[in-house]
């Protein structure tokens, strides 16, 4: 009868480890949860530039350079601009939170010569975060993103 009296106690003993086990397991993997990144908030600017590099002697009329359209997205919000003026637009400085995650820009131009540049820059704090370039003549298009992801 003392044996199956310890049995028994040892048994309820085991049961006690495994509920307390099982229960500070539980209250740790909240605590993780509650550790996650915290998002924060960035000012975002978004340009485009043509460089006009020509010949040595240009024409009396040199060729326009000129934005056909520019297309940035922040998170999942696509803003279209039509036919720009200039030969640099920008987007102003905006406030965008990381939680967004990903930014994008394109940009579409027709540049007068083979020398001629498009670059698209994405401004991430006063800082570039994402450039891309291109040379050449005729109708070009760039597009280039960031992720917060990635910092």
């Known amino acids: 009868m003392k ?6 106690s040892l048994l309820r003993l085991s049961f ?14 909240c605590k993780d949860d509650d550790d996650e990144d915290q998002f924060t908030d960035h000012i ?13 002697t240009p024409p009396s009329t040199p060729p326009p350079a000129n934005f056909k359209t520019v297309v940035t997205q922040i998170g999942t919000s696509p803003s279209t601009t039509f036919n720009p003026t200039g030969t640099t637009w920008t987007s102003g400085e ?4 990381s939680s967004q995650a ?4 394109a940009a579409n131009a027709v540049l007068p010569y ?19 370039k291109v040379i050449g003549s005729g109708e070009k298009n760039l597009s280039t993103f ?3 992801l990635e910092l």
């Open 3 to 8: 044996q199956f009296y310890k049995s028994k």
């Open 16 to 29: 006690l480890f495994a509920v307390l086990f099982s229960v500070i397991s539980v209250v740790n993997s």
């Open 44 to 56: 975002v600017m978004f340009e485009a530039k043509i460089n006009v590099k020509g010949p040595s």
């Open 94 to 97: 905006q406030f965008v939170n």
């Open 102 to 105: 990903q930014l994008n820009l």
């Open 114 to 132: 083979s020398d001629s540049e498009l670059i698209i820059n994405i401004w991430v704090d006063g800082e570039i975060a994402k450039t891309k």
């Open 146 to 148: 960031y992720s917060f």
